[in-house]
């Protein structure tokens, strides 16, 4: 992917532990060492990403707080090295919400790196059982985030039983909210009919997936994903598939600014391709489900035009 890069250029996130460690020695410091109850203080959870982030508040409400790590579109995940302040934010944290399957393994180390305190972890990836090598673009499953809500009610709940019917209410009231996304996904189902699709990159194939889509070039789109070229026969068929209308769209990272991707959208739109605009990460000032459900929405859109014409 071809995100700006944002690093922070230390020596490295084993460094920033190996400080931390001692900046926090001779403390048993974090309040997650209380396990069981934190009745006496609020809940602090770290999310790696920012729609976890907002999740985990909407459930805590005033009986928590949630620190954000990656809370700018402009931030790559992927290559994100945390600084000091991140690491000792993770150390007393009683939750931590990562993504899991490599997308964040920074966060891996910093939970690591404090393996003598009791960091309750919610790792998405296991909570939906994939493994490493699978898709880590989880949050483009409409159900991922009812999910992880019910999830960290659960644990919230365990954390600090007092609160544990305001969790459950605000937990429902939540899933409430995202119930939009998976009603969307349904009604798109109906008229996908196992459609082939072409994406930049597989940033929403999870979805695509769901709505009952098969992506027709998942080598193009792996090679954007590791910022490589693709092969000249993969570029010569996904030309072939727009050029002759075997795909119904084409879906772009719009943060992407590789010249492959670029020339695969103008030809879309030469050969009047529909292009499903999506991102990798939450837009500013936007919700998770408004964020999805704008983007499952342009799908909508394209079959109901397509309807229109036949």
């Given at each position: 992917m071809n995100l700006v890069r944002q690093k922070s250029?230390?020596?490295?996130c084993l460094l920033v532990i190996?400080?931390?460690?001692?900046?926090?020695?001779?403390?048993?410091?974090?309040?997650?060492?209380?396990?069981?109850t934190t009745t006496t203080a609020h809940i602090r959870v770290v999310a790696s990403l920012d729609f976890y982030g907002e999740a985990a508040q909407k459930i805590l409400g005033s009986a928590g707080t949630v620190t954000t790590v990656i809370n700018s579109p402009s931030i790559d995940p992927e290559s994100f090295e945390p600084d000091i302040a991140t690491a000792k934010r993770v150390a007393k944290a009683n939750v931590v919400i990562q993504n899991g399957l490599g997308y964040d393994s920074w966060m891996d180390r910093l939970v690591a790196g404090n393996a003598t305190s009791q960091i309750h972890t919610v790792t998405l990836g296991q909570?939906?059982?994939?493994?490493?090598g699978d898709n880590p673009h989880l949050w483009s499953d409409p159900d991922l985030m009812i999910t992880m809500t019910r999830q960290l009610v659960k644990q919230f709940s365990q954390l600090d039983p007092t609160h544990a019917a305001d969790f459950q209410r605000r937990g429902a009231a939540y899933e409430r909210q995202l119930a939009i996304l998976p009603r969307l996904v349904r009604q798109i189902k109906q008229h996908a009919h196992g459609q082939a699709v072409a994406v930049s990159e597989p940033v929403f194939s999870l979805a695509l997936q769901k709505m009952g889509y098969r992506v027709s070039d998942p080598h193009f789109a792996q090679a954007i994903e590791e910022d490589s070229d693709p092969t000249p026969a993969d570029i010569t068929q996904l030309q072939n598939q727009i050029k002759h209308h075997k795909i119904a769209f084409f879906v772009e990272n719009t943060q992407n600014s590789s010249t492959n991707v670029a020339t695969m959208v103008k030809l879309a739109h030469q050969y009047?391709?529909?292009?499903?605009?999506?991102?990798?990460t939450m837009p500013v000032h936007q919700t998770y489900r408004d964020w999805m459900a704008g983007q499952y929405r342009q799908v909508l859109r394209i079959q109901q035009e397509a309807r229109t014409s036949e």
């Amino acid at each position: 992917m071809n995100l700006v890069r944002q690093k922070s250029w230390l020596t490295g996130c084993l460094l920033v532990i190996g400080v931390v460690a001692l900046m926090l020695s001779g403390c048993t410091a974090t309040t997650s060492s209380q396990s069981k109850t934190t009745t006496t203080a609020h809940i602090r959870v770290v999310a790696s990403l920012d729609f976890y982030g907002e999740a985990a508040q909407k459930i805590l409400g005033s009986a928590g707080t949630v620190t954000t790590v990656i809370n700018s579109p402009s931030i790559d995940p992927e290559s994100f090295e945390p600084d000091i302040a991140t690491a000792k934010r993770v150390a007393k944290a009683n939750v931590v919400i990562q993504n899991g399957l490599g997308y964040d393994s920074w966060m891996d180390r910093l939970v690591a790196g404090n393996a003598t305190s009791q960091i309750h972890t919610v790792t998405l990836g296991q909570l939906l059982g994939r493994k490493m090598g699978d898709n880590p673009h989880l949050w483009s499953d409409p159900d991922l985030m009812i999910t992880m809500t019910r999830q960290l009610v659960k644990q919230f709940s365990q954390l600090d039983p007092t609160h544990a019917a305001d969790f459950q209410r605000r937990g429902a009231a939540y899933e409430r909210q995202l119930a939009i996304l998976p009603r969307l996904v349904r009604q798109i189902k109906q008229h996908a009919h196992g459609q082939a699709v072409a994406v930049s990159e597989p940033v929403f194939s999870l979805a695509l997936q769901k709505m009952g889509y098969r992506v027709s070039d998942p080598h193009f789109a792996q090679a954007i994903e590791e910022d490589s070229d693709p092969t000249p026969a993969d570029i010569t068929q996904l030309q072939n598939q727009i050029k002759h209308h075997k795909i119904a769209f084409f879906v772009e990272n719009t943060q992407n600014s590789s010249t492959n991707v670029a020339t695969m959208v103008k030809l879309a739109h030469q050969y009047h391709v529909p292009v499903v605009r999506v991102t990798e990460t939450m837009p500013v000032h936007q919700t998770y489900r408004d964020w999805m459900a704008g983007q499952y929405r342009q799908v909508l859109r394209i079959q109901q035009e397509a309807r229109t014409s036949e």
